[in-house]
């Protein structure tokens, strides 16, 4: 078997030589160019028919390795392109992606980052992964620091297959952070199938799992696929596993154990190759207590776990997270859009139960309501005037706010006024809102019915 080749671009002689004797000893042979133009050329050339793969330095002189990301791709579409770079941003990464990138490295590199994306790019197993255009559909936002932490995470959880739990509260990110990992997955040629495991009756879940052939049952006039068939190579979601049946909890066991599956009224083993994502905003060990959730089954899926802290917990993000949405649903550029000192305190403060969705939903209001005064032509300071009452009103994380009228007298007047107010700050959040006042969410709801706080 001939080696495979691969084509290094970096203008760092240094860098090529590493490269050069690190990967002629793993089994590559080794083409080099020190510029973009020179990288092209050789892959016009005959003796770039061969090239199986190209490290791709991001920082190069004249033509930048984001903007040779296109000219490659229209000579040679399937060719699988791993970017590498010292200024390693997200942004850059998902945009380096969506041009078509197989991957990206930062250096330094590390030996078995590098050999391992090497691997799975060269690997026939990708197959139709490498014609698909990449998409992702949200961008990430420029990082605080605990988005950087969390960034890692992400690119670990793309590099294997293994199960991927994601823990955190309504609105933190779970499912966008889902769909980065399977865009930056070799998973990625296949679909991303989200699906909520909570809201499937119980007699239909195997059909919905596994599908059924023709005839299997009155009614299956043609033969369905259920979710693990229909997500083929890609990730298959599963939301809100906190909820689920047990009878889903086992089904879901059994295809992780046997790696595959067969349909309702089959005999057929169909192989299960998707990847598998979960999300909950459900503390499992506590469900496991209460024996609502198997144990196998959370050690099966909790691989690797990511947890997204509430925004309160990291109101570094705040900021740069409030930017970016003013500036995306503005149209302008992050650079361009600033905050006053006080509404960058009102801000921070806010305790933002609905997290991440909820301050994108402020920016997102406050831009259709100032967008058309705004002058194209200088800089956007939000003022804390623009931002909603609701916000301004120091809704401080615990200390909460006097209560309007007479003050509770009664031990049980005081719970429900204590109970109303934590509803309110966590505006109606019942999982939230049990775990701040201390108390189980069965225990909410009994409360909310003897009080009649029911709707609130
Ligand atoms: N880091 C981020 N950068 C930009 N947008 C983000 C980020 N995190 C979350 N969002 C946006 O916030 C919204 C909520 O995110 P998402 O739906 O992923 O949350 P979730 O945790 O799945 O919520 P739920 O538990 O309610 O389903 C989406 O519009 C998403 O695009
Ligand atoms: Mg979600």
Redo the contacts with the bound molecule.
């Keep these: 078997m001939t080696p495979p080749i691969l084509l290094v671009v970096d203008d760092h002689a240094n860098t090529r030589a590493y490269l050069r004797t690190l990967l002629e000893h793993e089994g590559y042979e080794i083409r080099e160019a020190a510029t973009g133009e020179t990288a092209l050329e050789l892959l016009r050339s005959n003796e770039g028919k061969n090239v199986r793969g190209v490290l791709l330095d991001l920082k190069l002189p004249n033509i930048s390795g984001i903007d040779l990301i296109q000219p490659i791709k229209e000579k040679r579409p399937s060719l699988p392109i791993i970017i590498m770079t010292a200024h390693a941003t997200v942004p850059t990464a998902v945009s380096a992606i969506q041009k078509g990138a197989f991957h990206y490295l930062e250096k330094p590199l590390s030996e078995e980052a590098l050999l391992g994306t090497l691997k799975a790019a060269l690997s026939e197993d990708r197959g139709f992964a490498l014609s698909e255009p990449s998409n992702i559909e ?1 961008r ?2 420029p990082m605080g620091p605990y ?1 950087a932490r969390l960034k890692d995470r992400v690119l670990k959880a793309a590099h294997h297959s293994f199960p991927v739990l994601i823990t ?1 509260e ?7 952070i889902a769909r980065t990992i399977h865009t930056l997955s070799s998973h990625s040629g296949g679909p991303f199938l989200a699906v909520n495991t909570g809201a499937i009756p119980r007699e239909l879940v195997n059909s919905e799992l596994f599908g059924y052939e023709k005839g299997s049952f009155t009614g299956a006039m043609e033969r369905k696929a259920g979710w693990f068939e229909s997500a083929g190579r890609g990730t298959l979601f599963l ?1 809100e596993i906190g909820t689920m049946e047990i009878s889903t909890q086992i089904a879901i066991l059994r295809v992780i154990e046997n790696r595959s599956f067969s349909r309702v009224g089959g005999t057929a083993e169909v192989p299960f190759s998707a990847r598998i994502i979960c ?1 909950t ?1 459900d503390d499992l060990p506590s469900l496991i207590r209460e024996g609502r959730f198997r144990e196998d089954l959370y050690y099966r899926l909790n691989v690797h776990a990511i947890r ?1 802290p509430p925004l309160r917990e990291r109101r570094e993000d705040v900021l740069p ?1 409030a930017g ?1 949405f003013l500036a995306q649903s503005l149209g302008r550029d992050e650079s361009e859009i600033g905050f006053e000192p006080e509404a960058r305190s009102v801000l921070e403060r806010y305790f933002w139960p609905g997290n ?2 909820e301050l ?1 939903n402020v920016m997102i209001s406050l831009a259709i309501e100032k967008g058309s005064d705004l002058p194209k032509d200088r800089p956007v300071q939000a003022g804390a005037s623009w931002l909603p009452d609701f916000l301004r009103q120091g809704h401080d994380a615990g200390s909460g706010t006097e209560s309007e009228g007479v003050p509770p007298r009664t031990l049980r007047e005081g719970e429900k006024e204590q109970i109303r107010k934590v509803l309110r700050e966590t505006g109606g959040n019942k999982a939230l809102s049990s775990r701040i006042l201390g108390i189980s969410r069965k225990a909410l709801y009994s409360k909310l019915r003897e009080y009649g706080l029911k709707d609130e």
């Design positions: 949200n990430w936002a988005m955190g309504s609105g933190t990110g779970k499912e966008l939301d999300a905003n997204l997270l970016h991440i969705r994108k």
